[in-house]
Each structure stands twice: as C-alpha cells, then as structure tokens.
C-alpha cells in the first residue's frame, strides 16, 4: 500500500501543471478605461437629498438611549487612550529583557 506522503506529491504536482495550463490559456485582461466626464453628478430630484439618509445622519438629538450611547462611547475611548501607554510600556519592557 502507498503511503499517504508519496501520493500527495504527484497529485499537488499535477494540479499545479494544470492550474499553468489554463491560466496560459486564458485571454489576456483588458485593463479597465477610465472615460472624462464633463457633465455634473446627478444625485437626484429637487426634493432628493444628495444622500437618501442625510436627514436624519445627525440628528443626535433623536438617537435612542442617547446617555447610554455617549456614556458607553466616551468610557471605551477613555479606556483605549488610557491603555495605549500601559500596552506600550509593558511590550518595550518584554523587547528589553530579551
């Protein structure tokens, strides 16, 4: 019986040949144009915001559970920007023992 390393030898080989094969084959890519366009973007009507949600985008006074939101915000930015220095310290004190 074959062992299972002499088999997986040839067959990755093989693949690999075929894998040549076709992309040699394969047509060449065309390289995308890109084209001038002189006419102004068209966003939408007169009544159409430029963005379909920019009404409400900052309406902060609408969020729901606003303090809860800014609360937890403000504590995971305190919590990031205090641990930084701390991470910091300690991997150039793991760099300097070696």
């Not at 019986?1 to 394969?26: D, E, F, I, K």
């Not at 937890?72 to 701390?86: D, E, F, K, R």
Request: net charge positive; glycine share 10%; proline share 7%.
């Amino acid at each position: 019986a074959p062992q299972q390393g002499t088999v997986a030898l040839p067959m990755s080989s093989a693949l690999l040949n075929l894998a040549r094969r076709a992309a040699a084959q394969a047509p060449a890519r065309v390289a995308a144009r890109r084209g001038v366009s002189t006419s102004a973007p068209k966003f939408g009507g007169a009544d159409e915001p430029a963005y379909i949600h920019a009404e409400k985008m900052y309406d902060v006074g609408a969020t729901k559970a606003r303090p809860l939101v800014f609360g937890v915000a403000t504590a995971a930015v305190v919590l990031i920007g205090g641990y930084i220095p701390v991470y910091a310290c300690q991997f150039q004190n793991r760099k300097a023992a070696g």
